[in-house]
Nanobody, 119 residues
Framework: QVQLVESGGGLVQAGGSLRLSCAAS????????MGWYRQAPGKQRELVAA???????NYADSVKGRFTISRDNAKNTVYLQMNSLKPEDTAVYYC?????????????WGQGTQVTVSS
């Protein structure tokens, strides 16, 4: 049973920083792609950043240069360092682990952590 537990969210002023963590269990973490998504009220969930098993990363245009995704395979944990936060970054942030199942994929999600940026 794959489980993902996010932590690190909270309330921060604009311009501040937060680091989110996502601890995974029940999977072969090191071979799976990981991602951070967010969902603001009334909006669809969107990809924020992703990292492959090999360490390649990609980011949403809105967070490039401000957010950094990283992973520690020894700790089965993926991180999202968020700097220069803006009020529009306010959302629930979710961690996603993507596993390969046969010729397809299966995604697992965490419960989410709230990030609120005040102006």
């Amino acid at each position: 049973q794959v489980q993902l537990v996010e932590s690190g969210g909270g309330l921060v002023q604009a311009g501040g920083s937060l680091r989110l963590s996502c601890a995974a269990s029940g999977s072969i973490f090191s071979i799976n792609a990981m991602g951070w998504y967010r969902q603001a009220p009334g909006k669809q969930r969107e990809l924020v950043a992703a990292i492959t098993s090999g360490g390649s990363t990609n980011y949403a245009d809105s967070v490039k240069g401000r957010f950094t995704i990283s992973r520690d395979n020894a700790k089965n944990t993926v991180y999202l360092q968020m700097n220069s936060l803006k009020p529009e970054d306010t959302a629930v942030y979710y961690c996603r682990e993507r596993t390969e199942v046969g010729v397809g994929v299966k995604d697992y999600w965490g419960q989410g952590t709230q990030v609120t940026v005040s102006s």
